[in-house]
């Protein structure tokens, strides 16, 4: 059975705007890959798949979940998300 490692990557990035530094950061990720410069990165520790984290959404904070659920790794093949952000969804239907 695979293991998950949570990676983080740490990189400074001047950009006039989000939309410039998403742009800006995959430049040095393909850099930082095809050099194999593994000083911006840390291996944080293994995760398990099946027990909560917290996932941080951009608009209602955090909430609780399993990997697998918001990944849709799951017998329903669903992939959730925000729980606030599919109520709102479902009113406006």
């Known amino acids: 059975m695979k293991k998950v ?3 983080s990557y740490y990189d400074e ?3 006039e705007n989000e939309q410039e530094a998403c742009r800006v950061l995959l430049q040095h990720l393909e850099k930082d890959v095809k050099w194999k410069d593994l000083t911006v990165w840390k291996v944080e520790k293994t995760i398990d798949m099946n027990v909560p984290v917290e996932i941080t ?3 209602h904070g955090g909430f609780m979940m399993t990997p697998n ?3 849709g790794h799951n017998p329903e093949k669903v992939a ?3 729980p606030k952000c599919g109520d ?3 009113r406006e239907e």
Request: hydrophobic letters at 20%; one cysteine or more; glycine letters at 6%.
């Open 5 to 7: 490692f949570r990676i």
């Open 13 to 15: 990035i001047e950009a």
């Open 57 to 59: 959404c951009k608009t």
């Open 69 to 71: 659920d918001h990944r």
């Open 80 to 82: 959730y998300g925000c």
């Open 88 to 90: 709102e969804k479902r």
